[in-house]
């Protein structure tokens, strides 16, 4: 949404770079801890995990993929906590590239996502495990330039319905954002945009590695197809299967515990569903 700003004084070089034209290195350096440790710590806060944890007394981490981000946790507990997750973590990316922009416009802008796109996939609250960035991805993407961002959107949706593969539409997606954002700059390149295609390759070098495992399965023919709704297998089946699973033995003589799947607003009040 910033480049329809971007022919404004004010949209490209931010609130705080459009005032200040005679800015400092000292200054500089002290906002650029505004633009890279908030938005850091804004993608560590973890919507996954909080979810998973404050309605389910669980972690998400522990199921499926392992992974903390939307798609495991629509097919671990279903939609509503999907619909948690997303608006939590979209909002956050969304804060963290408006703080970016307020301090020197599209760059700094670029710069926070980044480094919320960062704290998603490595959070500092949560031992540094958290979700693939795909979805800060999305906001970023939206936030940035919707040209990318609708372009991308319609390769996504196309190679998802084809394949119901969201691991292999996301790779492809990342894989283009670079080169998407180079052709369409080149027309009107700015201040800071070699910096940004740097940025742009980062993260689809980040996203390949971090799907790196999906891939193989896919190309092994056992990578789960994506449904909009909750697994077959859920995550108290899933603790069930583990506490049949070989282990030490366990003195405490507590009954392996049970997920409320009621406990999000409009639940079924600890009922599993059929």
């Given at each position: 949404m910033l480049q329809f700003f971007m022919r404004y004084q004010t949209g490209y070089m931010g609130l705080i770079g459009s005032l200040w034209q005679?800015?400092?290195?000292?200054?500089?350096?002290?906002?650029?801890?505004?633009?890279?440790?908030?938005?850091?710590?804004?993608?560590?806060?973890?919507?996954?995990?909080i979810v998973s944890g404050k309605f389910y007394r669980d972690d998400i981490r522990n199921y499926g993929s392992g992974n903390a981000g939307f798609t495991n946790i629509m097919r671990i507990y279903g939609k509503r906590a999907a619909i948690f997750t997303f608006v939590g973590d979209f909002l956050k990316t969304v804060l963290a590239i408006l703080i970016g922009w307020?301090?020197?416009?599209?760059?700094?802008?670029?710069?926070?996502?980044?480094?919320?796109?960062?704290?998603?996939i490595f959070p500092v609250f949560y031992q540094f495990r958290g979700g693939k960035g795909i979805l800060c991805l999305t906001a970023m993407l939206f936030m940035l330039d919707w040209r990318i961002f609708l372009i991308l959107l319609g390769i996504f949706l196309l190679v998802v319905g084809m394949t119901k593969y969201i691991s292999f539409g996301s790779v492809l997606c990342s894989l283009l954002y670079p080169l998407l954002f180079n052709r369409l700059n080149q027309a009107r390149p700015f201040t800071g945009m070699w910096i940004c295609q740097i940025l742009a390759i980062l993260i689809a070098a980040i996203v390949v590695i971090k799907h790196w495992g999906n891939l193989k399965r896919i190309f092994e023919g056992t990578e789960s197809k994506f449904q909009f709704k909750k697994s077959k297998k859920t995550a108290e089946e899933e603790a069930a299967e583990k506490s049949a699973e070989p282990r030490e033995e366990d003195n405490s003589g507590q009954a392996p515990k049970k997920i409320n799947y009621g406990a999000l607003p409009g639940g079924t009040g600890g009922k599993k569903k059929k």
């Open positions: 005679n800015r400092t290195t000292v200054p500089e350096l002290l906002l650029a801890v505004v633009y890279i440790l908030i938005p850091y710590l804004l993608g560590s806060v973890n919507t996954a995990i307020c301090c020197f416009g599209y760059l700094t802008a670029t710069i926070a996502g980044f480094a919320c796109f960062i704290g998603h």
